[in-house]
């Protein structure tokens, strides 16, 4: 997709525009042109996400919050927000559990600053150590190699956090944008497992025609329309 960095900047200030005037659906449309021209930042989609909320637009509004944190792990205000559209929507719901504690954790670390992070460890970890070996000295060899150990260290945590964010991002979680029935087998006449709302968090892991499997964060699985339900990374 091209970047229109003039046209997404009109439609982005006219749905600021909208949303102060109260004309949510005018916003929600603004804020999607500003999408569909090529913006993809975690304030447009945090935006996004209050104009769905206000709109009552709950599951597309919990979608574009989790977006936003994608974009930004460190959105305290989006991850409120998310917390706050799914407590009202969920609150006793079958399976609305969180996600699993990595899941989580690998939602709210950025991945390109964590690969970068592990690349630059390394390599300075091992300039250390490279260095080391030429420095004369007992007590310049010993500061030498505590540096390369907190190097080391430090590469390790990037490394974990790097696994967390890359195994989330591959996990296929998706938000579910309508209220329906998720079904045991992918067809209109099967059988209903159980009723599911909206915001609710997924695992897409199969496709049938026109029907997705997903799973629950607490162990339920079934069959619901692909229509109803988003995946929050592409």
Not at 35 to 53: H, K, P
Not at 95 to 115: I, K, N, Y
Not at 176 to 204: K, N
Request: aromatic share 6%; net charge positive.
């Amino acid at each position: 997709m091209s970047f229109d960095r003039a046209q997404a900047t009109r439609h982005a200030l006219a749905g600021n525009d909208a949303y102060a005037a109260g004309d949510w659906g005018g916003a929600i449309s603004a804020y999607e042109a500003a999408l569909q021209a090529g913006a993809d930042s975690a304030d447009l989609w945090f935006n996004l996400g209050n104009a769905c909320y206000r709109a009552g637009q709950t599951g597309r509004a919990a979608l574009a919050f989790e977006k936003a944190l994608r974009r930004d792990p460190g959105d305290e205000q989006a991850l409120r927000n998310l917390e706050l559209v799914r407590s009202q929507v969920t609150r006793g719901v079958v399976g609305a559990q969180r996600p699993p504690f990595l899941d989580r954790v690998g939602a709210r670390v950025d991945l390109e600053v964590a690969s970068a992070s592990l690349l630059a460890t390394w390599i300075l970890a091992f300039c250390v150590l490279a260095l080391r070996l030429r420095l004369r000295g007992a007590a310049l060899r010993a500061v030498a190699a505590g540096m390369a150990a907190v190097l080391l260290a430090g590469s390790a945590v990037a490394g974990a956090a790097t696994w967390a964010a890359t195994r989330v991002r591959a996990a296929g979680w998706a938000v579910v944008l309508t209220p329906g029935e998720v079904r045991e087998a992918p067809q209109p006449d099967a059988r209903v497992a159980f009723p599911i709302e909206a915001t609710v968090a997924v695992r897409l892991t199969a496709t049938v025609g026109r029907y997705v499997r997903v799973e629950l964060p607490g162990g339920l699985s079934g069959w619901i329309e692909a229509a109803a339900v988003a995946p929050i990374d592409p």
